[in-house]
């Protein structure tokens, strides 16, 4: 039978300890033209009561920024139609430089890391990362370690 006051002796290095996120007020827009892969974020983010709102395409991504609304965080897979080399990203960042960024890439090489981080992506990372990472990433956008 499971005991409620278990999960308040996890150890809380443990990888199976999920830190309560509160991230409420936060706007995340997330960059993803496939929809499972959309999903997949927005199940490892919703839990921490940040508004997630989803861009299909480049061109919405500059449409919902120029409008005015105000993000706090953008999550962007890489390789988006229209973002060779990282040069959306880089737009963005001249544009908006204010705004966190977070690169998502389809495989850990080398090559989007060097055209991606130049570009103004706060941090980089792939689809094979889980939840409790995912979670401890973007929580670091919003509270910077000094």
Known sequence: MFNPDTLRLMDQSSKFFTPAFNWQGKKILIVEEDYVNYLFFHEMLSCAYACLIRAVSLQETFDMLGSGVQFDLIIINTSTPGNENC???????????HIRLIAISG????????QCNPAGCDTMINYSIDSYDMRNVVNEMFHPVN
């Open 87 to 97: 040069r959306s990203i880089k737009r963005i960042k001249l544009l908006w430089p």
């Open 107 to 114: 495989c850990d090489c080398h090559l989007k890391d060097t």
